[in-house]
Nanobody, 115 residues
């Protein structure tokens, strides 16, 4: 059973930064393309960023240039550095592998942007 534990969320002012972490146990992230997702109430979960085994990254247009996904295979952890946070970024952020059959979702970490 794979367990994903997201952390690092919180309340920041517009323009602020947060670094999210996603620690996986029970399977290795090193053999998977990993992704960060976010979800707001009443909306579908959307894919924010992905990182391949080779380190290639891809981003949702609205976060390009502001968010950076990275991975530490030795720590079995994926990160999302979020800079210049905007009022439209608040959501619960989750990580998972990018696959048709994904692992069970973690509890996510709440990001709130407010002055």
């Amino acid at each position: 059973q794979v367990q994903l534990v997201e952390s690092g969320g919180g309340l920041v002012q517009p323009g602020g930064s947060l670094r999210l972490s996603c620690a996986a146990s029970g399977s290795r992230i090193s053999i998977n393309t990993m992704a960060w997702y976010r979800q707001t109430p009443g909306k579908q979960r959307e894919q924010v960023a992905t990182i391949t085994l080779g380190g290639f990254t891809n981003y949702l247009d609205s976060v390009k240039g502001r968010f950076t996904i990275s991975r530490d295979n030795a720590k079995n952890t994926v990160y999302l550095q979020m800079n210049s946070l905007k009022p439209e970024d608040p959501a619960v952020y989750y990580c998972n592998k990018l696959a048709a059959l994904q692992w069970s979702w973690g509890q996510g970490t709440q990001v709130t942007v407010s002055s």
